[in-house]
């Protein structure tokens, strides 16, 4: 087998695994944003991005051409992410066999198909998979420079790759540190023309550094949630659920107690290759995490379990030398016996989160907008009213269904509709409250209200149109969200 073959067989088969059932899940909110977002004009994308999402802008263009050829169904729009998977897979295979061979590099690649995040990444219409496989073939690129003392072309190559990365993703000026920290480590023969590279980097994205910081309000929502959590960084980052989290942990602490044990013996240098690839993959897993979380307890929120993406490859990285560690004892039978069996347990670990990744309702806690839509379209009739609930935060308004799906809606008067999301410089429709839209009801006996389903008894909408005259008619319970019927005699 040809050392190339690994690489394209792993990324297409985790590529294949990634996209199987993409198109069962519904959006949701951040989806919706990129869907939406892609279906405006190029006038109307460009005046959005010079208010909002400018950090998500190269994304947004590259699947705004996309959608215009394939459409914007949930499997074309997540068929990009199910593709940099693939990449992203397939470049932790290079990576690795490049440092200590193809044996560990295949177990990396099989471990990057299995781990949660990977598979979430590659249902997700965003630029999270595109972003991992930019990082991580970056990271093969300043590898090989680093090991192997770069030309001045590579290393102005790098620099271009490092600052397009974060054109499509900011959080990816992260992995510049990264690699700083590994040539300051590891290679220092090498940190100068690593430095000047980094200055490139640095200018050339400055643009899209000063777009992130002038629209830095956009991410203040996670000042009001709590997701820097010990559960999050330990579990959810990249594991999803606590089985896979015990597994993924324990193998990864076996790959750093190899480590330290060998540079206790001072022989560490005899294991150089292995050596310097623990490391930086620790640095890769453990450094940006705990940026995010200094500058979100002491600056401004900033993490999320999803900025941290990118560094999925270094989890499979270092759960691969944790197999490693384990059996490397063993005979060369035993070996191989015990490395499939420890790849079936987190397989098995791993399987449920990938069913319940592709559930119809697997988003955002039950996001059901796309049977809302196929609902409505059964039941309502052209001439119709409609109306949604104003109570939830932008991501999760039920309106997104329309604005998602709006042939389902054809023909139905949408009363509160202020101004369309594609005519303003901001993500979602306005709208006037509902309490002012009832009164343009006139001669309207028929009325949907959209309503994201809450302990009360009846949603606000509901009683509000009552109280006009209306009464319920039918009352259907999708998932979350429970649409209304109303007549007026």
């Known amino acids: 087998m040809r050392l190339a073959y690994p690489a394209t067989i ?7 695994i990634g996209i199987a059932g993409s198109w069962i899940p519904s959006y949701w909110g951040d989806e919706a944003a990129s869907v939406m977002s892609a279906n405006r004009t190029w006038g109307s994308l460009a005046t959005l991005l010079t208010n909002v999402d400018g950090v998500h802008g190269l994304y947004y263009a590259f699947l705004h051409l996309w959608v215009g050829v394939f459409g914007s169904s949930e499997f074309s729009t997540r068929l990009p992410s199910a593709i940099g998977a693939g990449f992203m897979i397939a470049g932790t295979v290079v990576l690795v066999r490049d440092v200590v061979g193809t044996k560990t590099a295949v177990v990396a690649g099989i471990i990057s198909i299995l781990l949660p995040r990977t598979m979430y990444m590659a249902v997700e219409a965003r630029s999270y998979a595109i972003g991992a496989a930019a990082a991580v073939w970056v990271s093969v690129l300043v590898l090989r420079l680093l090991r ?28 510049l540190i990264v690699h700083g920290v590994v040539a300051a480590t590891l290679y220092r023969r090498e940190l100068r023309r690593w430095g000047l590279s980094a200055v490139i980097t640095v200018v050339l994205a400055l643009p899209i550094i000063i777009v992130g910081f002038l629209q830095r309000s956009q991410i203040s929502f ?13 579990i959810k980052q990249w594991f999803d659920a606590p089985l896979i989290a015990i597994i993924s942990w324990v193998l990864i602490v076996a790959a750093i107690g190899w480590l330290i044990w060998r540079l206790t013996r001072r022989d560490a240098w005899a294991w150089r290759d292995r050596a310097h690839l623990t490391i930086a993959g620790v640095v890769w897993l453990a450094l940006p995490t705990a940026i995010l979380l200094i500058v979100n307890t002491t600056v401004s929120p900033v993490y999320n379990v999803r900025y941290l993406t990118f560094c999925t490859p270094a989890a499979a990285i270092l759960i691969s030398l944790g197999v490693v560690t384990l059996t490397e004892r063993l005979t060369s039978k035993t070996q191989l016996t015990t490395t499939v069996l420890l790849l079936a347990l987190l397989a098995a670990a791993c399987a449920p989160a990938y069913v319940s990744q592709r559930g119809p309702f697997a988003k955002d806690g039950g996001s059901d907008w796309r049977a809302v839509a196929t609902y409505v379209h059964d039941h309502a009739g052209a001439g119709q009213a409609i109306v949604f609930d104003q109570s939830t935060k932008p991501s999760r ?49 028929d009325v949907w209200a959209v309503e994201l389903t809450t302990n009360a008894a009846k949603a606000d909408d509901v009683v509000l149109l009552e109280q006009h005259g209306y009464r319920i008619e039918s009352t259907e319970r999708v998932h979350r969200t429970t649409v209304y019927h109303l007549i007026k005699e």
């Open 222 to 234: 996670l000042a009001r949630r709590s997701y820097a959590t010990a559960s999050n960084v330990l």
């Open 397 to 445: 308004n039920p309106r997104l269904a329309m604005n998602l799906r709006p042939a389902e809606f054809a023909g139905l008067l949408d009363v509160a509709l202020k101004t369309p999301y594609a005519d303003r410089a901001w993500l979602w429709d306005s709208v006037i409250p509902n309490r002012d839209a009832v009164d343009l009801l006139f001669g309207v006996s």
């Open 148 to 175: 192997n003392g770069g030309t001045r072309r590579g290393w102005i190559a790098y620099a271009i790759a490092a600052a397009a990365s974060m054109y499509l993703f900011l959080y990816l000026g992260l992995l």
């Open 10 to 16: 792993l990324g297409t088969i985790g590529a294949l």
